[in-house]
């Protein structure tokens, strides 16, 4: 079992640079969320899905970008990367109306 | 937004001896999860708590929801080194599309 899948692991990006953060589930789950967090923090939410073709805003959105074209599938895009999106950003995933999350192993930014 | 606090911020204890941690929250809530953290990778879900005042066991772990919905313990029996890690409430609404506020994390360090 895969479960919720994260690439890369880890990326060093400058200043400006774009990427996208890969992130895929095998579980069939309608919901995926990607959270960031901070040294010492807990999670922060930055985007949820609740379904194919349905994204929403969490709690810290601007500077992300994300797409949910499948059920599989929630990449989450960094346009003009910042110091401040140094980061470990996870993906979860969950059921319908059942909110425990499953999460991804993250993958650790750093923005030089 | 929601706040939650958690305490203690980190622990260090002798192996054998039994630990609690709580949050508490400035609003209500109609769940309460528990997850741990172990270095490197994601959260894992630890204990769900769906009702106030519901007591759920899970091996050495048990959680509790408070009567009034703001708050909730984590309590853990006869400690062992696998323990260490980083405990994290999260507090959601069932009908909030999955939403969880995390709280900031409580460090536990297990002395053999």
């Known amino acids: 079992n895969a479960g919720v899948t994260q690439t890369p692991k880890f990326r060093i990006l400058k200043i400006g640079q774009s990427m996208t953060l890969q992130c895929t589930q095998d579980?069939?789950?309608?919901?995926m969320y990607w959270y960031r967090q901070d040294p010492g923090m807990g999670l922060k939410l930055i985007y949820y899905s609740v379904g194919a073709g349905i994204t929403d805003k969490g709690e810290v959105p601007n500077g992300y970008n994300v797409s949910r074209s499948t059920t599989e599938d929630f990449p989450l895009r960094l346009e003009l990367a910042a110091p401040s999106q140094t980061s470990v950003y996870f993906c979860?995933?969950?059921?319908?109306?059942?909110?425990?999350?499953?999460f991804g192993q993250g993958t650790r930014l750093t923005v030089v | 937004g929601q706040q939650l606090n958690q305490s203690p911020q980190s622990m260090f204890i002798q192996e054998g001896e039994d630990v609690s941690m709580n949050c508490t929250s400035s609003s209500i809530f109609n769940t309460w999860l528990w997850y741990k953290q172990d270095p490197g990778e994601g959260p894992v879900l630890l204990i769900a708590l769906y009702k106030a005042g519901e007591l759920t066991s899970n091996g050495r772990l048990t959680a509790q929801f408070g009567i009034t919905r703001k708050d909730s313990f984590l309590n853990i029996s006869a400690s062992i080194p696998s323990d260490v890690g980083i405990y994290f409430c999260a507090g959601s609404y069932n009908t909030n599309a999955g939403k969880s506020t995390f709280g900031d994390g409580t460090t536990l360090t297990v002395k053999p």
């Open positions: 979860a995933s969950s059921f319908d109306r059942v909110i425990e999350a499953f």
């Open positions: 579980m069939n789950h309608n919901y």
